[in-house]
């Protein structure tokens, strides 16, 4: 592959776009190690199904869980799952794919 080739994908908006929003996600699942809004397992019926406000920014469930520490702690509990599966569907992939030629 020549350096042409190599130095294509970053002129794609859409290749760009992918890493801000793959950055944005590994960077929730690193903070959500180490901090959440609320504990994401707690239950209060009192403020169940709210809508968002200053203590609960994505509101809360029917169960009134916050919202907002559910979403940060799966973010980080998928990632874990995510990286294995991206290296093996690549290297699936390569195994896969038939060598190319440069021409």
Same mark, same amino acid.
Request: proline share 8%; net charge positive; aromatic share 4%.
């Given at each position: 592959? &020549?350096?042409?080739?190599?130095r ?5 908006? &859409? *290749?760009?776009?992918?890493?801000v929003?793959?950055?944005l996600l ?5 903070? /959500?190690?180490?901090?959440t809004p609320a +504990?994401p397992?707690?239950? /209060?019926?009192?403020v169940?199904?709210?809508?968002p &406000?200053?203590?609960?920014?994505f509101? %809360? +469930?029917?169960?009134?869980r +916050?919202v907002l520490s559910?979403v940060?702690?799966?973010? $980080?509990?998928?990632? &874990? $799952?995510?990286?294995?599966? %991206? *290296? /093996?569907?690549t290297?699936?992939h390569?195994?896969l /794919?038939?060598?190319?030629? +440069?021409?």
């Amino acid at each position: 592959m &020549t350096a042409l080739g190599r130095r294509r994908p970053l002129r794609h908006v &859409t *290749f760009g776009l992918g890493v801000v929003i793959t950055l944005l996600l590994v960077a929730t699942a690193a903070l /959500s190690l180490v901090w959440t809004p609320a +504990d994401p397992l707690a239950m /209060s019926i009192a403020v169940r199904l709210q809508g968002p &406000t200053g203590a609960h920014p994505f509101g %809360t +469930d029917h169960y009134g869980r +916050d919202v907002l520490s559910r979403v940060m702690r799966c973010t $980080a509990l998928l990632s &874990t $799952a995510k990286v294995p599966c %991206t *290296f /093996s569907v690549t290297r699936v992939h390569q195994r896969l /794919s038939p060598p190319t030629t +440069d021409a």
